[in-house]
């Protein structure tokens, strides 16, 4: 009989040293939710210079700020950063951005077409 009464005692030490042990929660989440990797020194240049000023959280412009938060894209999980990035291509590709509206009031702001390729290559995944 008292056999039987220490089996539930030692399920009991067993349970709070498990409790007390737990696993590194960094390295769950990381694995879980990877980041999208950090932008490269030249992207983020042109991004700051030419972008940044519509296509942030703070921005007026909730048109820019909706279709493109760079804050948030690389804040994102990479599946998500990935998609962003595809959808980046396609608006270069397009010669979409920044609209000509807003380059009559901003000539400064226009791509050039080095800075088009630098930001082409990295949203298509590319390395230098």
Known sequence: ?????????????ALLFLQANPK?????LISLHPEAPALPS??????QNKCYGCHN?????EKGKAKLDWDALE??????ALATMGKITE????????????????PDKKLTDEEVATL????QGKKK
């Open 42 to 47: 030249e992207v983020k240049a042109i991004v």
């Open 75 to 80: 804040a994102a999980k990479k599946s998500k």
């Open 24 to 28: 590194p929660e960094a390295d769950t």
């Open 120 to 123: 082409m290559s990295w949203s």
């Open 91 to 106: 608006t270069l590709e397009a010669g979409d951005m920044p609209p000509a509206r807003f380059l009559e009031n901003n």
């Open 57 to 61: 959280a703070d921005s007026k412009n």
């Open 1 to 13: 009989m008292k056999k039987l009464s220490f089996i539930p005692a030692l399920a009991v030490t």
